[in-house]
């Protein structure tokens, strides 16, 4: 299964990466090995976690208050937001498939 992420979603990446990094040298590389880990257990496992809001779902990151919104067609699973789970929810909903 193909997993695509949003244009947004990966600047969240990146922000995200960035900050831990100026926060602690070493910190956005874990951040980043957290979200490469998560994307795996998703493409294993895409209808395993709960729907949040239709056809979305929600993988929470391991360690970071961070996570993936997700939804899944036949063929492939599109990554919405990197979302920080404390901060503005549902701002992702914009976001569309139209939007990859």
Not at 36 to 52: C, F, M, N, Q
Not at 56 to 61: E, K, T, Y
Not at 77 to 88: D, F, G, S
């Amino acid at each position: 299964m193909k997993l695509y992420f949003d244009p947004e979603a990966l600047l969240e990446v990146q922000q995200a990466a960035a900050f831990y990094e100026d926060s602690q040298p070493g910190l956005g590389k874990l951040f980043l090995e957290a979200i490469e880990a998560a994307t795996k257990d998703v493409i294993r496992h895409p209808i395993l976690w709960r729907r949040i809001k239709g056809s979305f779902r929600r993988f929470l990151v391991h360690v970071f208050p961070y996570g993936l919104i997700y939804a899944v067609d036949k063929n492939s699973i599109y990554v919405a937001a990197v979302m920080h789970l404390k901060r503005k929810p549902g701002y992702w909903e914009k976001r569309t498939r139209k939007n990859r």
